[in-house]
């Protein structure tokens, strides 16, 4: 297989080190361009597999370029995660509109951003087969089977919709609100603790494999998968 490229565009200098270094370890290849101009000529010249977009760079922001973006025939299928140092609410949901793929809030570690970035690929491009496999746990997406250390198991249709939505969104929180958006679709209207049944189901079952640890509650702010 070959090597996917990232392309990270952050005019700051100290984070394009940090990421230089965690890359050097990864299975990645980095580019880097310091702003959208730059980018912009990287992605018609590298066609890159994935874009780490800082939100706050000089001259045409990250957010108006992942617009631009997404608006292009040639570019719109490359995921975008956005890296800002805004944690508000709207700014994520004016993040996501613009046609970004995943958020990370900075400051953010570089193995948070690793296991975005492969979740972000997952599930833009899952592995010819479909599979994702994290923390131990192994589902076919494709085939709808789940299987930890080689056993299968079963799951209720929402549990098993939320686990893939926590399998594909790893390592970072979701409130109930968020969850009931993501999971139940914005439309339904459905009370917030109806998130703790079905957390609750799927922890259940996960207990009997030894793996309701990667379901943890984050308190006063939700939940989060998570292989840590
Ligand atoms: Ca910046």
Redesign the pocket.
């Known amino acids: 297989m070959s090597q996917k490229k990232i392309l990270l565009v952050?005019?700051?200098l100290a984070?394009r080190e940090m990421m230089k270094f965690a890359f050097f370890k990864s299975d990645y290849l980095l580019l880097e361009a310091e702003d959208a101009e730059e980018a912009q000529v990287m992605i018609t010249n590298e066609q890159p597999d994935l874009i780490l977009l800082?939100?706050?760079?000089?001259g045409i922001s990250?957010l108006e370029l992942a617009q631009r973006l997404k608006r292009s025939d040639s570019s719109k299928e490359i995921p975008i995660i956005m890296l800002t140092?805004r944690g508000e609410e709207n700014d994520r949901v004016r993040g996501l509109d613009a046609g970004a793929d995943d958020y990370v809030t900075k400051p953010f570690s570089p193995r948070e951003l690793m296991a975005r970035i492969k979740a972000v690929l997952r599930r833009v491009a899952p592995d010819q087969d479909g599979i994702i496999e994290l923390g131990g746990i192994r589902m076919d997406s494709e085939k709808h089977r789940l299987f930890v250390e080689d056993k299968p198991f079963e799951l209720g249709p929402t549990e098993y919709k939320l686990l893939h939505f926590f399998m594909t969104h790893p390592e970072r929180v979701y409130n109930r609100s968020q969850l009931l958006d993501r999971v139940w679709g914005g439309d339904v209207y459905i009370e917030e603790r109806t998130v703790d049944v079905h957390i609750r189901r799927l922890r259940k079952v996960l207990t009997e494999y030894n793996a309701e640890h990667l379901i943890q509650t984050v308190r006063g702010a939700g939940y989060r998968f998570s292989i840590e």
């Not at 800082?54 to 000089?58: F, I």
Request: hydrophobic fraction near 45%.
């Open positions: 952050e005019d700051e984070i800082d939100w706050m760079l000089p990250g140092a």
